[in-house]
DNA sequence: AGCACGCCGACT
DNA sequence: GTCGGCGTGCTC
């Protein structure tokens, strides 16, 4: 048997499949799918089998083929579908085939590499035992070495230098020598975690009669089968079996020797909600618009057929039990579901939706898991222990065999898009994983993103059934907006952040106990130093961003290429001393709440408050418990978050993102809006909203207020027209770093022109149906990091597969300046943002 | 990406 | 004369 292996290097010239011979022993685990280790080259690496055969592949020379070393898990972690996906993210996103086969895998598959020396036992006797002593090296550390090395098996050559200081030279001797061998050794970063289980051996009436049998000083032992006994002989952890009989673990081993019971190694799982017991929910009755939906996506599912389907519905519509519904149909059909959602909404209150209606059957994937606890999750759905993951971007590569559904909530979410390489879009691969699966999706949003939006209408080809839902579930009506035009109110003298209206409407609610969420719309901007003297702001001396002030440490840190420097407590320009942090903004609008409403109790939410793990929950929770009065933050308040007192959403100056130079600003200002006025008056106590805006004239900001996608979407649409911008076209950026600049030009402006060329090229020999324009090349956004330049091109497309094959081929052209000259080329299919 | 092989400067 | 610098070429 052969198999086609892509192993792990990341690297133009290996990415494609290299073939093995598999040995008879192993034919019977190695499928596609399968996790391997493999020669390679002088080295031993990590692969995964992309195809079997039972010929010997053709076109090679048989003597040159090298044989598969290990298979790495009992169960492939991949299904050949999925295989089949990760060559198709390769094409789409142009990433080597093995950094789409490894983002599909928990971070703890992810191999590490090492070497270790081992003591060759037969060559030492033989060098020791050859009795001519005086031929013998005389290092009296020898004989200590290698005993040491006899005792451990094997060791790291750095471990073995820091057992023996100085010995650095007597260890390349003794290699030399073949007395230590140098072997490669192949780990997964984080292995199976088990523990030691007691299983009883026997029906229940041999162990009842053993224990009854059993002399009275084996008083113990007769605890331990009753314990067993009482539990029905399941079997039992065995720490947790010593803890509830009170005794110690060799009265166990007596009943193993006796046969009575066996104890074996068993995997665990960490599951982080174990602790927790989740209510059991029954399904609600649906209003007439959410069965119309609900039956909608049951039929494509009673048919298996692969359909898209948009749900637009007004925050509060109720889209989450239209959701929980369809999954369980989905299951009823015997098949699988998958359902994304922003990290940012991964919260608590979302979890025990699922966890209460599907109980066990759901795992639970997130970032904020550690390592061990996600490689737990994800096993249990290699085992089949779960029909249902709802998970951040990358659940969407749950190993699922029996796909029918994949719901993508808060579908226009940036967070989809992953960007570092593989800069994949989860919306974008779910749809071509349920085409394959023959399984439905739901993409699910009160604010669509334009792309989807668009491929529902007849001019985007109606690939996506659009359904629609207009009322809230509860029967609430939309909270008022009002919208506070801020030039007004500094012209009347106004010169707080927090205009008339907002102010007198935080006074209300304070006294009259109920909640208010602020939200400051500013994209999580670090803290960053300023000479308020000279304007003067730190800066990274290897990349053209500002430093960010990090509190614990007092340090100045770029987050770009980890250069970090003191805290600085003068200006280097001018000398002043004038030169401090600056909040993040969230922490002065803060300050002047305690200022205006002195007992005011605030929790405040951005990244400073909310880096550490688990701490977003836990403001939440509190503010649930209403031990605060307001909440504020940046974009993270206003997120699927449903608490019955908010009555009050603030936003204290809905604009500054619409300035961004990218042209999804005015996109991301309404669906920001529209999110967060959501938050208001979800339950009986009616909500109001309050925007402070310089530009209230601005079509997103008032359409926001008056809850009017359908105007936005016209004015957004018909700008994107103008424009060429998606969705009309598509993008792909191309940056290319180097350390030259004049050189990096030169480069930049061939690259252009190859691109021009190679469309010409493929429009000459009669392709069609294609447009392709390159802009550019300019200097990126951030036109430095890590002391390299950075240029951009971008493209604008339409006709996918044409332009994915126009652009890999321009690049292709620029391979060896790549390995010669350290020029690198980083390519973003669809980037979600410009900056 | 590594790692080996190979060809030129500063040292015992 | 050797140790070691990193250019370039290959990996089933």
Request: glycine letters at 6%; proline letters at 5%; a neutral charge.
């Amino acid at each position: 048997m052969y198999a086609q292996v892509i192993v792990d290097v990341p690297a133009r010239p290996t990415d494609r499949p290299f073939d093995y011979e598999v040995p008879l022993e192993l034919e019977a685990c190695v499928e596609v799918g399968s996790r391997v280790e493999v020669p390679f080259g002088p080295r031993v690496l990590q692969g995964f089998v992309v195809g079997v055969s039972a010929e010997a592949p053709a076109g090679i020379d048989r003597s040159k083929l090298r044989t598969v070393r290990r298979v790495l898990d009992m169960t492939p972690p991949l299904t050949p579908e999925l295989v089949e996906l990760a060559r198709w993210m390769s094409g789409k996103y142009l990433c080597p085939e093995i950094a789409a086969l490894q983002v599909m895998v928990p971070g703890a598959l992810k191999a590490k590499y090492d070497k270790v020396v081992v003591l060759r036992e037969d060559v030492w006797r033989r060098r020791e035992e050859a009795a001519q002593p005086e031929l013998l090296p005389t290092d009296p550390v020898r004989a200590e070495l290698a005993d040491w090395l006899r005792a451990r098996g094997e060791a790291t050559a750095e471990a073995l230098l820091e057992r023996f200081p100085g010995s650095a030279s007597l260890l390349k001797s003794m290699l030399a020598e073949g007395v230590l061998e140098e072997r490669q050794r192949v780990q997964d970063r984080m292995s199976v975690k088990t523990a030691l289980t007691v299983f009883p051996c026997g029906t229940e009436a041999e162990l009842r009669e053993a224990a009854s049998a059993l002399p009275a000083r084996f008083q113990k032992q007769k605890d331990v089968l009753d314990a067993l006994l009482a539990e029905g002989l399941r079997p039992q952890r065995l720490t947790e079996l010593l803890h509830a009989v009170g005794v110690t673990s060799s009265v166990v081993k007596s009943l193993e020797a006796k046969g009575l019971v066996e104890l074996r190694d068993v995997e665990v799982q960490r599951d982080p909600y174990a602790k927790r017991d989740f209510a059991r929910t029954q399904p609600l009755p649906l209003t007439e618009e959410q069965s119309h939906v609900y039956e909608a996506v049951c039929g494509t599912l009673a048919d298996g057929r692969h359909e898209v389907f948009l749900l637009q519905g007004v925050t509060g519509s109720g889209k989450t039990e239209v959701y929980l519904q369809s999954i369980q149909r989905c299951l009823e059909l015997g098949k699988e579901a998958i359902v994304l959602v922003p990290e940012i909404s991964l919260t608590p209150q979302m979890v025990q939706r699922f966890k209460g209606r599907f109980g066990d059957d759901v795992a639970v994937l997130h970032s904020r898991l550690s390592h061990g606890e996600r490689y737990d999750e994800w096993r249990r759905i290699v085992r089949k222990e779960v029909r249902v993951v709802i998970g951040a971007r990358s659940a969407i590569f749950a190993p699922f065999t029996k796909l029918g559904l994949i719901i993508i909530d808060e579908e226009h979410e940036s967070s989809y898009k992953q960007e570092e390489s593989p800069k994949y879009h989860a919306r974008d691969v779910a749809i071509r994983r349920a085409e394959a699966a023959g399984a439905a999706v739901v993409l699910g949003s009160a604010t669509p993103s334009l792309e989807s939006v668009f491929a529902t209408t007849r001019e985007g080809g109606r690939k996506f059934r659009l359904l629609e839902m207009h009322t809230r579930a509860l029967g609430r009506p939309l909270p008022p907006v009002q919208l506070v035009d801020m030039r007004e109110e500094l012209k009347n003298g106004n010169r707080s952040m927090f205009s008339g209206a907002l102010h007198k409407a935080i006074e209300e609610r304070l006294h009259k106990k109920e909640q208010i969420v602020l939200l400051l719309n500013r994209r999580g901007y670090a803290t960053f130093v300023m000479c308020r003297s000279c304007g003067y702001v730190a800066g990274c001396p290897h990349c053209d961003i500002a430093l960010t002030y990090h509190q614990n440490s007092r340090t100045l840190r770029c987050h770009y290429c980890g250069y970090a420097e003191r805290e600085k407590s003068q200006c280097p320009d001018c000398q002043s001393e004038h030169i401090r942090h600056f909040g993040t903004g969230t922490q002065r609008v803060e300050e002047e709440l305690v200022k205006l409403f002195p007992g005011i109790r605030v929790i405040r939410m951005d990244v400073d408050t909310t880096s550490e793990k688990g701490s977003h929950e836990k403001w939440l929770t509190m503010f649930g418990e209403k031990k605060a009065d307001v909440l504020l933050g940046t974009q993270m308040v206003a997120k699927g978050l449903d608490f019955p007192d908010v009555t009050l959403v603030g936003v204290i100056a809905a604009d500054t993102v619409l300035n961004l130079p990218d042209f999804r600003a005015g996109e991301r200002t309404f669906q920001l809006l529209t999110q967060v006025a959501g938050r208001a008056g979800r339950h009986t106590l009616p909500g109001e909203v309050i925007v402070q805006t310089y530009t209230p004239e601005h079509y997103s900001i008032a359409a926001a207020a008056g809850h009017d996608y359908a105007a936005f979407l016209e004015t957004e649409l018909e700008h994107r027209r103008a424009n060429g911008y998606p969705p009309y076209a598509r993008l792909i950026n191309i940056t290319l770093s180097h350390e030259e600049v004049p050189r990096l030009m030169r480069i930049s402006d061939a690259l252009a022109q190859r691109l021009k060329e190679q469309a010409l090229a493929a429009r000459q020999s009669g392709e069609d149906g294609f447009t392709f324009d390159v802009l550019g090349p300019v200097a990126a956004p951030i036109a430095r990091i890590k002391d390299r330049y950075r240029f951009r091109c971008m493209v604008k497309y339409r006709g996918d597969a044409v332009a994915s094959r126009i652009v890999r081929r321009s690049v292709a052209a620029f391979e060896e300046q790549m390995a010669k000259e350290k020029l690198q080329i980083s390519v973003d299919v669809d980037p979600q943002l410009l900056m």
